[in-house]
Nanobody, 123 residues
Framework: QVQLVESGGGLVQAGDSLKLSCTVSGGTFSTTVMAWFRQAPGKEREFVAG????????YYADSVKGRFTISRDNAKDTLYLQMNSLKPEDTAVYYC????????????????WGQGTQVTVSS
């Protein structure tokens, strides 16, 4: 059973930085494509960033490109999301997700999900 556990969320001010982590257990992390999604109140869950198995391939939503960086440490079975220059519109619950094949942007293409971590950005 693959389990994903996010951490690192919190309350920050606009312009601040925050780094999220997602620890994966119960599977072979290095063979899994990973992604971050987020869901703001009253909105659908949306793709934020994805990363291939080796970490060399990444893909970002336009709304976070240049501000967020996705990375992974296969030796630690951990996924990261470095978030810089945070904006109030980044406020959401952030989820990590896993699937076996290529990076995808639709949530229904991911097989495993974490419980989420709240990120709140005040203006």
């Amino acid at each position: 059973q693959v389990q994903l556990v996010e951490s690192g969320g919190g309350l920050v001010q606009a312009g601040d930085s925050l780094k999220l982590s997602c620890t994966v257990s119960g599977g072979t992390f290095s063979t899994t494509v990973m992604a971050w999604f987020r869901q703001a109140p009253g909105k659908e869950r949306e793709f934020v960033a994805g990363i291939g198995r080796s970490g060399t391939t990444t893909y970002y939503a336009d709304s976070v490109k240049g501000r967020f960086t996705i990375s992974r440490d296969n030796a630690k079975d951990t996924l990261y999301l470095q978030m810089n220059s945070l904006k109030p519109e980044d406020t959401a619950v952030y989820y990590c997700a896993a699937r076996r094949t290529l990076i995808a942007t639709r949530q229904n293409e991911y097989d495993y999900w974490g419980q989420g971590t709240q990120v709140t950005v005040s203006s």
